[in-house]
């Protein structure tokens, strides 16, 4: 079984509805340090509220609505009823490997340890994602007056350990496909057509398990482990599995 096209994730997203300290309802803010995510909007709506150095918006989502950001872009989603998204993610393997920072308050971002159990989904996970959502609310309040900078810093230094192995994710798993991308050039050039001989559809049913992620229960897509041997025309890495803890 080859990768799901271009090394990305996919998951279907149902948008919290819980409402919040501030009156909205929705999911847990949060940024990605190295992966864009995109939004696919199936029905309901909403926005996604984001954070930059440029600043503060609101970008409303409906039916249809494709929206996506870069890393190092804040994010909440803002359910203003039935919001459901399919949420893309580059660089499948590295969000559900930690690439998530929340925005709790800057003692917790201070902390490791405290960030550690502030993230972590115990006891009942309703109660605990809800707990979470609220707790990193509060930092992204706080945000908006200032102190993006900081959280930036706080954030890398929090993933510090991590960077050698989500670049052996990377390197194993987007990077393998774009470059197998170009091999099937250069075999076409060379008038090799022999991938074109290993063309394969592939079907996952929609999964009737959900779980609690940043912003919304998640249906996830599990893959099967990789091959032992690379299919012809195929980069042979690892299958990316769907993020758990994405949105």
């Known amino acids: 079984m080859i990768p799901f096209p271009g ?13 919040a300290a501030d ?7 949060h940024m990605h340090l190295v992966c864009s995510e995109a939004y696919v ?3 309901g709506a909403g926005s996604v509220q984001t954070l930059t ?12 609505d494709v929206v996506w950001f870069t890393p190092g872009t804040i994010h909440r989603l803002v359910n203003a009823g039935g919001l459901r998204l399919v949420v893309l993610m580059q660089n499948s393997g590295l969000p559900e490997a930690g690439d998530a920072v929340f925005t709790f308050p800057a003692s917790v971002l201070a902390d490791p340890h405290a960030y550690r159990r502030a993230a972590a989904l115990t006891g009942d996970h309703s109660a ?11 930092g992204f309040l706080a945000l908006r007056e200032g102190g993006l900078r900081e959280f930036h810093t706080a ?3 929090l993933k510090s350990e991590l960077l050698d192995a989500w670049r ?5 798993g987007p990077l393998a496909a774009a470059v197998a991308t170009g091999r099937q050039l250069e075999r076409l050039k060379a008038g090799d057509l022999s991938h074109l001989g290993h063309g394969e559809v592939l079907r996952l049913e929609r999964p009737q398990h ?12 599990p893959l099967p482990d990789p091959p032992a041997r690379p299919l012809a025309g195929s980069s042979g890495s690892p299958h990316p599995h769907p993020p758990k803890e994405l949105s």
């Open 23 to 29: 009156g909205l309802c929705g999911g847990t803010p």
């Open 53 to 64: 150095t440029s600043g503060f918006a609101d970008t409303p989502l409906h039916p249809g």
């Open 168 to 172: 052996i994710r990377w390197r194993d």
């Open 210 to 221: 959900q779980v609690f992620g940043m912003c919304g229960r998640l249906h996830t897509y």
């Open 155 to 157: 954030a890398a230094r």
């Open 41 to 43: 909007v199936l029905g």
């Open 128 to 138: 605990a994602a809800r707990r979470r959502r609220d707790l990193a609310l509060e």
């Open 7 to 19: 090394g990305v994730g996919i998951s279907g997203l149902t948008v919290y509805d819980w409402e």
